[in-house]
């Protein structure tokens, strides 16, 4: 996991603070938004949060989107493994010749134990499931005793307008993207590149007035499927100013650039973190990272060293 901390000029967010181990204050988040375009990742951090600090999720249930799991009997999860295992079938996928959704290849890959009449969804399934977020959800957490309100608003176009009530009181706007979009268009429009949708929305939340005084972390997601992508498809293909060459590293400072580049102020915070979301130990650490560089940045605890 990378974790990367930008830190321009101080900002004027208002924090509460509460008391914490060793009369330490610590940082009362009130609300937190969990914004960014459809699939990009935000509906798995919420669920990380669940499995982070609640009871856990594996006994939600998933919708397998290979195929609902009522209609998956044992004879068939055979043969849909026996078809995915074909070299024909491999060399196409290899090949990019179709699309998949991310998560595809592990559930075709699991599809036997899918299959199981005794069948139940551990976390890993729950976390890989994709299904549409639509409106707004919330959930309250305690972040290491730290009471926070999460909000994750629908990405699609026509959910955002939903978005404008949660604006009130929220400290901590957290945007996911996407690091493996650069090729893919949106589902409400196909017109229109991932990507560019991202980087306007991002615009629009970085330079709205309504976020001023609003922390911002930028996480950029799927930093698994983009490190292999990024070898395979090039992205000067879909990025014509892209100058780099097909290593991750490049690709991952060309895209963190391109949405920095966005805020017009150069005054207030941009927590930048690069993670693969469905691993839970990477949003751990980038969650506790995410909440000490908030807290140390401004100076509610103390810092060690000069």
């Not at 849909?80 to 090949?95: C, K, L, R, S």
């Not at 290491?144 to 959910?159: A, D, K, L, Q």
């Not at 490190?227 to 892209?242: A, E, F, N, T």
Request: proline share 5%.
């Amino acid at each position: 996991m990378y974790g990367l901390s930008i830190q321009p000029k101080q900002s004027s967010a208002e924090y509460r603070q509460v008391p914490g181990e060793n009369g330490v204050s610590c940082l009362f988040i009130s609300q937190c938004k969990l914004a960014g375009t459809s699939d990009s990742g935000k509906t798995t951090i919420m669920k990380q949060m669940q499995i982070l600090y609640q009871h856990g999720i594996a006994d939600e249930i998933v919708n397998v989107n290979v195929l609902p799991p009522a209609c998956i009997s044992p004879s068939l999860a055979q043969a849909i493994y026996h078809m995915w295992n074909d070299p024909a079938t491999q060399g196409v996928v290899e090949e990019q010749l179709i699309a998949l959704p991310d998560s595809a290849e592990y559930f075709l890959g699991q599809i036997v134990r899918i299959g199981a009449l005794n069948y139940r969804p551990n976390e890993e399934d729950v976390l890989k499931a994709w299904s549409m977020s639509t409106g707004i959800y919330s959930k309250s957490f305690d972040m290491h005793n730290i009471p926070v309100e999460v909000f994750e608003t629908s990405g699609s176009r026509s959910e955002r307008k939903k978005w404008v009530h949660c604006f009130e009181a929220v400290s901590l706007v957290i945007f996911c993207v996407s690091l493996s979009e650069y090729n893919q268009q949106l589902r409400d429009d196909p017109t229109v590149a991932r990507t560019s949708e991202s980087l306007a929305l991002f615009d629009s939340i970085v330079n709205n007035p309504l976020f001023s005084n609003t922390a911002i972390v930028l996480l950029l997601t799927k930093a698994d499927i983009f490190r292999k992508k990024i070898s395979q498809i090039p992205l000067s293909d879909y990025c014509p100013d892209y100058a780099g060459g097909p290593s991750f590293e490049d690709g991952l400072q060309y895209t963190m650039k391109r949405f920095l580049s966005t805020d017009k102020s150069n005054s207030r915070f941009i927590y930048t973190f690069v993670v693969d979301a469905t691993d839970t130990e990477q949003v751990k650490h980038a969650l506790a990272a995410i909440q000490d560089a908030i807290l140390r940045d401004r100076e509610l605890v103390p810092r060690d060293g000069p």
